[in-house]
């Protein structure tokens, strides 16, 4: 019997959450984040709507970008769980999600303190601005370092590490795959053998390392250069960068989570993927043996699968193939090859 399994309901509702968590979480920065910044910029900073408000909106800024920073640290983790440890048993992802959006939460709660209504006499206006100001220089180079560790240094490290062992294990499989295929037959037993385990696993390691890369490559380019930037005029000379320079990199740094849902996208979507086929003869009489194609499929285009049994002494050998590989719209073929001495022995 030849089944084609395909990924349950339960693992594409799981897979489903947590991108959709990732998706709300970057709809915020780009709608409370980023539209609140470019309003404020665009009244050159006059602050119009009091101190709360100000306190409340910069903590919500910090919390959306926390939470799509931790949203796709939660999906690496829940893939590196899925990967290298199938069966053990995983968090939900209520208990996951509730930690990325706990986590954004907590780093953020701060900047209802940090950030303050003050009266700028020089230009005659409110302005909504941070305490460091007013204090020592070694305040304000804790906190933004601490930004940095929080916003981009750790998750970066847990992404790197969790992608790096997934991948490591798909290469793993994929050279048992090969290793096994490799040994011979051992006379009396069935083997069961598919074309399809080693392309898939090299398949499935190619997609996976190039979506490593477009994943830590986006996340790296759009914020190494602000941190980078804070870190300058933290540590060194604040003047260094022009007000343009700066407030452009900042922008950089959110348009990580306007490509986020896209990546995901791009690499989720796969039609031709044959999942767990197995092919097993189907006994209809006493010698009469057929295959049997069962399961709903939705792609057509397939590699071939082979059943064979090795010779005995004094016992025909039997195969068993299945060929449907660029044949759509059409049934499989079926070819089988007996010996004459077996097919003697059947018309006595």
């Known amino acids: 019997m030849m089944r084609i399994d395909h990924p349950s309901p339960k693992r594409l509702t799981r897979v489903n959450s947590l991108i959709l968590n990732l998706c709300v979480a970057d709809l915020m920065v780009i709608c409370i984040s980023c539209l609140s910044q470019l309003v404020w910029e665009h009244l050159h900073r006059h602050w119009l709507a009091g101190d709360v408000m100000c306190r409340l909106v910069k903590m919500l800024q910090i919390f959306s970008v926390c939470a799509s920073t931790n949203m796709l640290v939660v999906i690496a983790v829940d893939r590196h769980q899925a990967i290298t440890a199938p069966l053990k048993k995983q968090f939900s992802v209520m208990i996951m999600v509730s ?15 940090v ?13 909504c601005e941070n305490i460091f100001r007013s204090k020592d220089i070694s305040h304000r180079q804790a906190f933004l370092t601490y930004a940095a560790l929080v916003n981009f240094l ?34 009396g037993k069935i083997h069961l053998t598919s074309n399809t385990t080693s392309a898939t696993l090299h398949s499935a390691k190619l997609k996976t390392l190039r979506m490593t890369v477009v994943i830590v490559s986006c996340f790296i380019v759009c914020g190494l250069p602000y ?7 933290s540590y060194g000379n604040h003047n260094i960068l022009k007000p343009n320079v700066y407030a452009l990199l900042g922008g950089i740094a959110v348009a990580n989570s306007a ?41 057509r ?21 299945l060929s449907t590989a660029g044949n759509k719209g059409r049934k499989p073929s079926y070819n089988r090859s007996i010996s004459n001495q077996r097919n003697n022995r059947g018309n006595k």
Request: overall charge positive.
């Open 154 to 187: 750790i998750p970066l490290i847990i992404l790197c590490v969790c992608y790096i062992r997934i991948f490591l294990k798909i290469a793993r499989k994929a050279s048992d795959c090969r290793t096994s295929k490799r040994q011979s037959f051992k006379p």
């Open 259 to 299: 490509v986020n849902p896209y990546i995901f996208l791009l690499f989720s979507v796969n039609l031709k993927c044959l999942r767990n086929l197995k092919l097993c003869p189907a006994k209809t009489g006493p010698n009469n043996r057929q295959l049997m194609y069962n399961g709903s499929v939705r792609s």
């Open 301 to 321: 285009e397939y590699s071939s699968a082979a059943y064979s049994r090795t010779p005995m002494t004094g016992v025909s050998t039997e195969s068993f193939e």
């Open 99 to 113: 930690i990325g959006w706990g986590m954004a939460l907590l780093c953020s709660t701060p900047m209802l303190y």
């Open 227 to 233: 941190f980078i930037a804070e870190m300058i005029m």
């Open 115 to 127: 950030f303050h209504l003050r009266y700028d006499h020089i230009k005659n206006m409110t302005v």
